[in-house]
């Protein structure tokens, strides 16, 4: 991590980004990263990446351990955080996770860490550490392919008129959510943050700021007619059911502010599991989609880097990969296919010819 800002940062931004937190956490972390009189000068991803750990722990908490506790980092809590993260997420992400919230910690409990308090989340971190070298990466055997991901967001949203108006309201939003994603594969942070004025219902598009993509640099997408139809539903019919009025990020929680990256990725987690048997995040949307454009269009590797927004050929060589064993994977079912069609071709001439020799014999 780098000690130097690469972008400015508001005392509006970082009120956002700890709008739920108890507020002697929330005025700790705000005065620390004070864009005039904070000590702490973090990278603007990496202040948001801590941050956004944080809501995530805390909303395992219930109201009960959030109060009357000096310190909310606590080892069976931590341990809850993780049997609940590790269910759709990778050894490697799960350290990613402690590492953030290590950091965190020094911000928010300076004197609790310096004391060896928490020495315990330290000795987490290093152990997932170890782990995490000796797992392989698994992010691309992981991939559900993009049909299905369509079907289950479809679904959502035929569904979410026929229950109660609190679940249609949840399920419309995470269907809605996953057919923008594979439409505008931007990363969770982007698609979680769009607010109301980046959209453009009319022209059909999407603007998302520098400040919401890791290249930092200006993307636009052009949706879908049917998409635009889902979006227009989203935000006359359900959205103004539980939004605040003021509230100008177009995907809410259920109690009417803007939803965090967790509670979207808890939401499709859910959902894919409940529809194809296995949980799905918002990140491997991405990953999904660039592999079913390089196995539809081989030829034009170039286009998922520019797509996606990926400045290493590395990336863009995963998915070529992928896409590879996709096609050998289609044609070996194929010649499958063929032989199991052949082989009960001949079955049933055998068995005609069979049936026609007994008849011969018995006259």
């Known amino acids: 991590m780098t000690n130097m800002k690469t972008s400015p940062v508001t005392r509006e931004i970082l009120e956002r980004e700890t709008r739920t937190w108890p507020e002697p956490l929330r005025t700790t972390w705000i005065e620390a990263h004070d864009p005039i009189t904070g000590d702490c000068q973090w990278v603007q991803q990496t202040r948001y990446t801590c941050a956004r750990m944080v809501t995530r722990y805390l909303a395992i908490l219930t109201p009960e351990e959030k109060a009357g506790r000096d310190c909310l980092l606590q080892r069976h809590q931590l341990k809850k955080f993780l049997i609940e993260a590790e269910k759709t997420a990778s050894i490697r992400t799960l350290f990613t996770n402690v590492h953030s919230l290590n950091m965190a910690a020094g911000i928010l409990y300076p004197e609790r860490m310096a004391a060896g308090d928490l020495r315990w989340l330290q000795e987490a971190e290093a152990r997932l550490r170890r782990l995490s070298e000796k797992a392989p990466r698994q992010r691309y055997n992981k991939l559900v392919a993009m049909e299905d991901l369509v079907y289950v967001a479809e679904t959502a949203l035929l ?7 609190f679940e249609g309201f949840l399920r419309y939003r995470t269907g809605l959510f996953m057919l923008l994603g594979l439409a505008a594969p931007e990363r969770l942070r982007a698609l979680t943050s769009l607010r109301l004025e980046q959209l453009d219902l009319e022209e059909g598009t999407i603007r998302f700021d520098p400040a919401q993509i890791k290249m930092k640099s200006d993307r ?6 049917e998409i635009l139809v889902h979006l227009e539903e989203w935000l006359e019919v359900w959205r103004p059911q ?17 939803i965090d990256d967790g509670g979207l990725s808890r939401a499709m987690a859910k959902i894919t599991k409940d529809k194809l048997g296995r949980p799905a995040t918002p990140h491997l949307i991405r990953h999904t989609v660039a592999t079913s454009m390089l196995s539809a269009a081989p030829e034009r590797p170039a286009i998922v880097s520019l797509l996606l927004g990926h400045r290493s050929p590395k990336t863009r060589d995963a998915y070529t990969q992928k896409a590879d064993s996709i096609r050998a994977g289609r044609f070996a079912q194929e010649c499958f296919n063929t032989a199991v069609q052949a082989a009960e071709r001949e079955i049933r001439q055998n068995t005609k010819s069979r049936t026609a020799n007994l008849g011969h014999a018995r006259l």
């Open 159 to 165: 569904e979410a008129p026929n229950l109660t108006p």
């Open 220 to 225: 636009d997408w052009v949706l879908p007619k």
């Open 242 to 258: 539980r939004a605040y009025p003021e509230e100008a990020q177009v995907f809410i929680g259920k109690h009417g502010r803007g």
